[in-house]
T-cell receptor, first 113, second 112 residues
Framework: GENVGLHLPTLSVQEGDNSIINCAYS??????FIWYKQESGKGPQFIID?????DKRQGQRVTVLLNKTVKHLSLQIAATQPGDSAVYFC????????????FGKGTRLHILP | ETGVTQTPRHLVMGMTNKKSLKCEQH?????MYWYKQSAKKPLELMFV???????ENNSVPSRFSPECPNSSHLFLHLHTLQPEDSALYLC???????????FGPGTRLTVL
């Protein structure tokens, strides 16, 4: 998961612009990656996933990019809306190994009006 | 609203109390999970059940005791907790282990 400090990184984006949230994962053997969104007072919500045999996957207004060479994952949100304000975190899983899941700490996305 | 419910939503307990958290999923999933979410820390996986069998115990202290009577219900029994156990406890379920997980709203636990 993400190697972050004690505070949550924050990304501030103008409404209507595109957002890019990054994640550095730790295990080069991880083969399944997921992005979750957590709004205040709620549990995390699945956004999109990608397997290691792909480098890009698109959903509705979201795109996940995977760069296995540098162990980097990104989430792109198109035309950011106020409802996108939340904490976003990535998770990695090595399904063929010890099959654990590791979550990153998260990035807070703040939408500017 | 997700198909995973948790009760209670808030719980305050003393260090000598015994309490239980309940989770129920209405999605027909086979795997269920307990997570701990603390400020300044990533989401921590505590326990995993697949087809009612515990498949993961992530070095969790014995003062946390899970129970999975069937594939729809999951409990977390708490006793002699410490103040550092105060956190948001999240339950989740998925059809396949670790794939797309559906989370409940969590129980906000405060240990005095």
């Amino acid at each position: 998961g993400e190697n972050v400090g004690l505070h949550l990184p924050t990304l501030s984006v103008q409404e209507g612009d595109n957002s890019i949230i990054n994640c550095a994962y730790s295990n080069s053997a991880s083969d399944y990656f997921i992005w979750y969104k957590q709004e205040s007072g709620k549990g995390p919500q699945f956004i999109i996933d990608i397997r290691s045999n792909m480098d890009k996957r698109q959903g509705q207004r979201v795109t996940v990019l995977l760069n296995k060479t540098v162990k980097h994952l990104s989430l792109q949100i198109a035309a950011t809306q106020p409802g996108d304000s939340a904490v976003y975190f990535c998770a990695e899983n090595h399904s063929g190994g010890d099959d654990k899941i590791i979550f990153g700490k998260g990035t807070r996305l703040h939408i500017l009006p | 609203e997700t198909g995973v419910t948790q009760t209670p939503r808030h719980l305050v307990m003393g260090m000598t109390n015994k309490k239980s958290l309940k989770c129920e999923q209405h999605l027909g999933h086979n795997a269920m999970y307990w997570y701990k979410q603390s400020a300044k820390k990533p989401l921590e996986l505590m326990f995993v059940y697949n087809f009612k069998e515990q498949t993961e115990n992530n070095s969790v202290p014995s003062r946390f005791s899970p129970e999975c009577p069937n594939s729809s219900h999951l409990f977390l029994h708490l006793h002699t907790l410490q103040p550092e156990d105060s956190a948001l406890y999240l339950c989740a379920s998925s059809q396949v282990t670790y794939n797309e997980q559906f989370f409940g709203p969590g129980t906000r636990l405060t240990v005095l």
